[in-house]
């Protein structure tokens, strides 16, 4: 069937029964084409298993769909960041209604669905845009469509779930703010009609824009809010224009849409109040609070070097996701035509028989001006001044998101250029299309080489593999052809060529979506590994979940050390496994989360429900308490910081901020430990050796000798450093001499032996250097067997106390010093756990801690209770019922003063945020819903009696209408 618009002729009933077909094929196909992109999504039973979806999306989402399930408001998270705002952070997306409807699906197939539907929205939104929005032809609008839904930009965020499913909507939010432009120019024909159809507008203007603060991705709100708002302010300044001279009705009516748009987001705003209130409390305890650093609101701009590469599809190039922005070589050119197709630069509404568009075709060219333009950020000067002057501007990073404005304007301008091929070329025409798609091309081999040669950046120095470049010249040739093919038609007889001509533009959207349908299987939503990658068990993280179903996690926490710098145990058995099924990336990403989950990177401690110290999140959390404790142990880079404690730990923090953090399992990989000799030390502890004798005991273990690694700064190979005393079960003891060997690492290792096997029980080192001359330092120690090469780990802990519980890929520590979570301190005191006088935590819940103590605290000393979660505005405190402020103690944590004779003590987070917000949610759904039912209502009763008596004028624009497209189906394509 051809995508060309049927004729509708009066009884012609096949012809509209083919039309009515039609209708329904366009989305259809569109929503084929969106599910053959992201089969493995779907069809697959895939997921995607790395990168912010692994780490945040499935953690937040499984958490807050539990709380669905559970009928409860999950308003805390006990388990990041010793606790932080679950439902403040609107990165959630809680209340978001698609993220509500799959709460009952397992987590990973719910996010899988999810991408899908909501490319599905866009693609279906531009559809409809490109439409009723600029009145293209149905194959236009298909070509749109494809190129938005199916484009480079889009596909390449959906590791950032919610900010697809706030850009999802854009399309339709841009199609309402037209809608009103268009209502605004017929409002003096049916006054009462158009208004209540402003209303209708608005309303839906709201929910759509309510749908994006849902979703919880700020900046795309941020960013949609400000393209509407242009596309309003555009259509504003169209209207006075064309209303000249002005008067106040004029003016009021030519300033409508922009007016809805702000009308339609203070509607949303109240709509969200649920959602917004808690998010702005938690705005202000964050550690963005205040806005961004000027260099850091600059980040992850759009790279000048890699705008060649960003433009064509990567085929496996490793492009940075945030700066892909391909319209495919086809997208390319059928853009190129639509933008030398402007000619008419009046703004605002126009003649059908004129423009076939209700507003000016400049503005999908503004669009992509402007997108282009911001989202280059700081190679700009433009962005100085926007960051300085433009409220909000400086609240975000990542500056290149802004290419969602110019893939949108592109993809408008790719139905344009189909539109024009419908229409037909002339001979002038065709040649400025082809001698500009040239020029293009060599500007964009020029932009591609000058790129790779003066990139800064290392990874983009070199020119894409050969298989990419490969894709490339067969895309551009391959286009260049049929837009040699549109000039060539248009020099011969063109009664001739009428019927090939006809298929130009349908070939033209064929090769458009072959072209991007291909270049999906390169995209992220492709690189799908099998559902176990998130939800098998790793041996360390079964052990934790074993001590936690023990119930010794209610007192301590999680601490991870480690940069991934590993390889998993069962990396050759899981290429041999799934080596068939995955790609060779998919098996990569299926390692990395093995590995994520050994360590139990953030915020994985959320998906299994275990307390962890470290957390992640590139939003409102941290806070800036929990940042400003951090940096006291941690070289956290400068600027703010988005938690990944791990990462900025060089070691083990020392004990006193393991207590203070209530740690009780330390995690740590392997990769600082060594081998000697065929012989495993364990380096991640160390012990300085003084001139003052010091003994550390030992696990008894019969060797025959004993291993030592050791660092001496400044000392000189064979020079005596140290003498070690080593005591035996039969109370033997024997002296040995250490002297510095040559380092095989930044360490030396020297072996103390003894005739026979032998029980050594306590070792005693001695310094014979100053602190001054020499700086010597036990990091590791094992006893060995030489005599069948066995040995045994010895743990050199120094100032920590800790026992080594698990031992794999990743070990695991358990600090014997058992840090209370919940301490009492009388004065300057150290403070001690409140086990020691009774009290234990008998009820816990995320939300409600209640401790209580058998017998009254004592009345000698005032004291303070410490609960070591953190301090944070809406936790309520109470002794025995009666409120009592609480302090931020240690800079993060809550602490209350306990009075004596104390029994009992609850905390419980009561934000007042929620309550408010509420009630505002209350009142704007009450009157958006009154909205709605007033348009409705009208539309019903319009809808109704034009039925039962329609008016001649109505007749007379009905056989307009179907003589106009009868005359228009004759015109060739």
């Not at 499935?58 to 960041?81: H, M």
């Not at 307390?611 to 940096?631: I, K, N």
Request: with cysteine; proline share 6%.
């Amino acid at each position: 069937m051809s995508l060309a618009e049927p004729t509708r002729g009066h009884g012609d009933k096949e012809t509209r029964r083919r039309y009515r077909l039609l209708v329904a094929l366009s989305p259809c196909l569109l929503v084929l084409l969106v599910l053959a992109a992201t089969w493995k999504l779907t069809l697959g039973d895939r997921i995607i298993a790395r990168g912010d979806l692994l780490l945040y999306f499935y953690p937040l989402r499984d958490y807050a769909s539990q709380a669905i399930r559970e009928g409860r408001l999950p308003l805390w998270n006990p388990y990041t960041f010793m606790g932080a705002p679950f439902l403040a952070n609107s990165q959630v997306g809680f209340f978001y209604p698609f993220n509500v409807l799959t709460a009952w699906l397992p987590v990973e197939r719910a996010v899988s669905w999810n991408i899908a539907l909501h490319l599905i929205i866009a693609t279906l939104g531009t559809y409809a845009l490109a439409r009723r929005g600029f009145a293209f032809s149905r194959v236009a609008a298909l070509a749109s469509a494809v190129a938005f839904g199916l484009g480079g930009y889009l596909g390449a965020q959906v590791e950032h779930l919610n900010q697809l499913q706030a850009l999802a909507w854009l399309p339709v939010g841009a199609l309402l703010v037209i809608g009103t432009a268009g209502q605004a120019a017929r409002i003096n024909q049916v006054s009462q009609v158009n208004q209540v159809g402003q209303v209708g507008n608005g309303a839906g203007l709201a929910l759509v824009i309510a749908l994006q603060i849902l979703a919880g991705h700020m900046q795309s709100l941020y960013i949609s809010l400000v393209t509407l708002g242009l596309i309003a302010l555009i259509l504003t300044i169209a209207g006075l224009w064309r209303s000249r001279p002005l008067n106040v009705e004029a003016t009021s009516r030519a300033a409508t849409p922009l007016l809805v748009v702000i009308a339609a987001a203070i509607l949303a705003a109240a709509i969200c109040g649920v959602q917004l209130l808690p998010t702005l409390e938690l705005s202000r305890e964050s550690a963005r609070a205040g806005g961004l650093p000027f260099n850091e609101a600059a980040s992850f701009s759009w790279r000048p070097w890699v705008i060649a590469r960003a433009l064509m599809p990567t085929y496996g190039d490793p492009l940075f996701a945030e700066y892909v922005a391909y319209l495919g070589a086809s997208g390319l050119a059928l853009a190129l035509l639509g933008g030398l197709g402007i000619r008419d630069w009046r703004l605002g509404v126009q003649a059908r028989e004129e423009a076939q568009s209700p507003i000016s075709n400049l503005l999908p060219l503004i669009l992509v001006v402007i997108g282009f333009v911001l989202a280059l950020g700081v190679a700009t000067p433009l962005f100085g001044i926007l960051y300085r002057f433009i409220p909000g501007f400086n609240l975000f990073r990542a500056q290149a998101r802004w290419l969602i404005v110019f893939a949108l304007g592109a993809a408008l301008l790719v139905g344009l250029g189909v539109q024009r091929l419908q229409h037909g070329l002339s001979t002038t025409q065709a040649r400025s299309w082809f001698i500009a798609w040239l020029a293009l091309i060599g500007l964009w081999i020029a932009g591609l080489l000058i790129g790779a040669r003066l990139s800064p950046e290392p990874e983009y120095r070199a020119l894409p593999d050969r298989n990419v470049m490969m894709g490339w010249i067969v895309a551009l040739g391959t286009v260049t052809v049929w837009v040699a093919c549109a000039w060539r038609l248009e020099i011969g007889d063109w009664r001739l060529n009428r019927n090939l001509q006809s298929l130009i533009p349908n070939l033209f959207f064929l090769i458009l979506a072959l072209e991007l349908l291909a270049a999906s299987q390169f995209q992220p939503y492709a690189r799908a590994a099998d559902r176990q990658a998130l939800t098998s068990l790793r041996p360390a993280t079964a052990h934790l979940l074993a001590e936690a179903e023990a119930g010794t996690m209610r007192t301590g926490r999680i601490l991870a050390l480690s940069s991934l710098f590993f390889d998993p145990g069962d990396k050759v058995e899981q290429e041999l496994l799934f080596g068939a099924s995955l790609s060779a990336d998919e098996i990569y990403d299926r390692l990395i989360a093995a590995k994520h989950k050994e360590i139990m990177s953030p915020n994985l401690s959320l998906y299994y429900r275990l307390p962890g110290v470290d957390g992640y999140d590139g939003g409102l959390l941290p806070t800036r308490r929990y940042a400003e404790f951090v940096r006291q142990f941690a070289t956290a880079p400068a600027g703010t910081i988005d938690g990944r404690l791990r990462e900025w730990l060089t070691g083990p923090p020392a004990n006193h901020w393991l207590e203070q953090m209530a740690v009780r399992y330390l995690i740590a990989d392997k990769t600082q430990d060594v081998f000697l000799d065929g012989v495993y030390y364990d380096l991640l502890f160390g012990t300085q050796i003084t001139p003052i004798t010091a003994g550390i005991p030992l696990r008894p273990f019969p060797s025959t000798a004993l291993g030592l690694v050791l660092s001496a700064e400044n000392a000189q190979a064979g020079e005596a450093i140290a003498t070690a005393e080593v005591r035996f079960s039969s109370g033997e003891i024997q002296t040995f001499e250490i002297r510095a060997g040559e380092p095989r690492t930044p360490y030396f290792g020297v072996r103390l032996r003894w005739e026979r096997r032998k029980t050594p029980l306590v070792i005693s080192l001695r310094s014979l250097q100053s602190a001054d001359d020499a700086r010597i330092t036990l990091r590791g120690m094992t006893g060995i067997d030489e005599t069948d090469g066995t040995f045994h780990l010895q743990m050199v802990t120094g100032d920590h106390d800790m026992r080594l519980v698990h031992s794999g890929d990743v070990k695991i520590y358990e600090n014997l010093r058992r840090a209370p979570r919940v301490a009492l301190q009388s004065g300057q005191s150290a403070p001690i756990g409140i086990e020691h006088v009774g009290g234990e935590i008998v009820e816990e819940r995320p939300e409600f801690v209640r401790i209580r103590f058998p017998e009254p605290t004592p009345k000698s000393l005032p004291y303070r209770l410490i609960l070591r979660d953190a301090c944070f505005p809406g936790w309520v405190a109470r002794v025995d019922g009666v409120e009592m402020p609480i302090a931020c103690a240690d800079v993060l944590f809550r602490a209350i003063p306990l009075p004596a004779g104390a029994r009992e003590v609850t905390f419980r987070y009561e934000p007042q945020s929620i309550r408010i917000g509420l009630i505002i949610t209350i009142v704007g759904g009450m009157l958006w819903l009154t909205f709605v039912a007033l348009a409705g209502r009208h539309f019903f009763m319009r809808g109704s009696s034009a039925s039962r008596n329609p008016s001649p004028r109505k007749v007379n624009e009905i056989t307009s209408t179907e003589t106009t497209m009868a005359t228009e189906s004759r015109k060739p394509g």
